[in-house]
């Protein structure tokens, strides 16, 4: 609901930016809503997420 409110308010003023600037705005405005979708606090960080991807190509190589 915000996002669509973020967007009615700003849009009447991107209208004379180019389209790479309207593009970009609702870029970083769609990555936000996203991201706010998510338990960042609570998700394992990148080394987690790789080292359990991977735990089956190392148990495979150890035999």
């Known amino acids: 609901m ?3 409110l973020i ?4 849009w009447p003023r991107m209208k004379q930016n180019p389209k790479k600037d ?3 705005f609702l870029t970083l ?3 936000g809503l996203i991201l706010s979708m998510f ?6 960080g ?3 997420w ?3 991807l991977f735990r089956p190509f190392g ?5």
């Open 2 to 4: 915000v996002v669509v």
């Open 7 to 10: 967007i009615l308010y700003e």
């Open 22 to 24: 309207k593009m970009a």
């Open 29 to 31: 405005l769609l990555t």
């Open 39 to 44: 338990n960042l606090p609570q998700m394992s």
């Open 46 to 48: 990148p080394t987690q």
């Open 50 to 52: 790789i080292e359990t």
């Open 59 to 63: 148990e495979f190589m150890e035999k």
